[in-house]
């Protein structure tokens, strides 16, 4: 089974409107973290969101936040005020046994291709 | 800060040479994770380290690939003989203990004539 599932290969969004990218995750561990990476044409990963199972609020870091649902196993990730230089592949990842002492490897999606018109 | 560093950026050779792929992770960072990444099967881990011990190398496709960490500062990944199967981004990757996110390089865009 997937580990980490995100339906949708391509999206739009008008410049300066909000966006979510879905991705859902399957994973029997009771802590874990999940994370969102962007890859711009460029080629590099960078970091964008982090939330761990046991957070009780929701992680934001500027325009980015992370609409977590643990019962529904779902941690989307939200753009708000969307810009032209948001346009790239957005990969959500798990990385379980956080809480083991024995981190595991990131386990990654498929990708959503985002592109944002002016 | 220098952040993880790989070498080559670009490598182009043809079937049947080796192929060895550097990185030098961030200072402190105890995992080093090498990942392999083609628009068919997407990202993969291939192997990760810690504290220079290979932990896990089950993503490793077959024997004509291994990958070594003789220091906490240096990780090689060698595929030989390469193939053309083989051209894909190839990233390592480097984190703390336990918690946080995976810092990655640039990545080693190789193909394999």
């Known amino acids: 089974a997937q580990k980490i599932t995100q339906t949708q290969p391509g999206m739009f969004v008008q410049e300066k409107e909000a966006v979510t990218l879905d991705c859902t995750y399957d994973?029997?561990?009771?802590?874990?973290?999940l994370f969102w990476y962007k890859q711009p044409s460029s080629g590099e990963m960078i970091f964008l969101i982090y939330?761990?199972?046991?957070?009780?609020q929701n992680a934001t870091e500027g325009r980015y936040s992370l609409n977590f649902q643990k019962a529904r196993k779902s941690a989307n990730l939200v753009i708000s005020a969307s810009q032209l230089g948001d346009s790239a592949m957005y990969f959500c990842?798990?990385?379980?046994?956080?809480?083991?002492?024995?981190?595991?490897?990131?386990?990654f999606g498929s990708g959503t291709q985002l592109t944002v018109l002016p | 800060d220098a952040g993880v560093i790989q070498s080559p950026r670009h490598e182009v050779t043809e079937m049947g040479q080796e192929v060895t792929l550097r990185c030098k992770p961030i200072?402190?960072?105890?995992?080093l994770f090498w990942y392999r990444q083609t628009m068919m099967r997407g990202l993969e881990l291939l192997i990760y380290?810690?504290?220079?011990?290979?932990?896990?190398d089950s993503g490793m496709p077959e024997d004509r690939f291994s990958a070594k960490m003789p220091n906490a500062s240096f990780s090689t990944l060698k595929i030989q003989p390469s193939e053309p199967r083989d051209s894909a981004v190839y990233f390592c990757?480097?984190?703390?203990?336990?918690?946080?996110?995976?810092?990655f390089g640039e990545g080693s865009r190789l193909t394999v004539l």
């Open positions: 200072s402190g960072h105890d995992y």
């Open positions: 990757a480097s984190s703390l203990k336990i918690v946080g996110e995976l810092f």
């Open positions: 380290f810690n504290n220079n011990v290979p932990i896990d």
């Open positions: 990842a798990m990385r379980e046994g956080i809480s083991s002492g024995s981190a595991r490897q990131l386990t």
């Open positions: 939330q761990g199972s046991y957070d009780e």
């Open positions: 994973t029997s561990d009771q802590s874990y973290g």
